[in-house]
């Protein structure tokens, strides 16, 4: 009984390992990579393929997934989620010979909280300006207005 229980654990072991193995922050990844980067929030891998079966690949995992935008510029495909997944982009960028990067990165705590620092300044200055705006206009109109009142009396 120890023997059967111990090669279910072993094989249970062995199989999430293996799931696991082809999958980075939810994002399937391509088989016959080759990694150049590996660490907790970033994968960079390369692969032996054209730029349009890595894209083919990515679009038809993703299709199913909402708020998933994809940007081509420049020989590079960059897709992004726009809602809250554990991974941020995943960036595909054509390179020589044949060769395709993939950097698939996660979220991080510093993007997140400087992107918020930016907004939160940015409705600030905005309403700077729209204040600056009226209270200049608010002194031409209230100027003309008293040389028209002045005009009047004479």
Excluded at 13 to 37: H, N, R, T, Y
Excluded at 52 to 80: C, H, P, S
């Amino acid at each position: 009984m120890k023997t059967v229980m111990s090669l279910v654990l072993l094989s249970l072991l062995l199989c999430s390992q293996a799931s696991f193995g082809e999958d980075f922050l939810g994002v399937p990844m391509m088989e016959g990579g080759k990694d150049v980067i590996r660490s907790e929030d970033r994968v960079t891998a390369t692969y032996e393929m054209s730029m349009d079966q890595a894209v083919n690949f990515y679009r038809k995992v993703l299709e199913n997934e909402q708020d998933v935008k994809f940007r081509e510029r420049n020989g590079k495909t960059l897709i992004e989620d726009q809602s809250s997944r554990p991974w941020h982009s995943i960036r595909l960028i054509e390179g020589d010979s044949g060769t395709v990067k993939v950097v698939i990165t996660g979220d991080r705590w510093t993007w997140i909280l400087g992107t918020l620092v930016l907004r939160f300044f940015g409705v600030f200055m905005v309403l700077l300006v729209l204040y600056l705006a009226m209270e200049v206009s608010g002194r031409v109109l209230s100027r003309l207005d008293r040389r028209e009142a002045a005009a009047a009396t004479k």
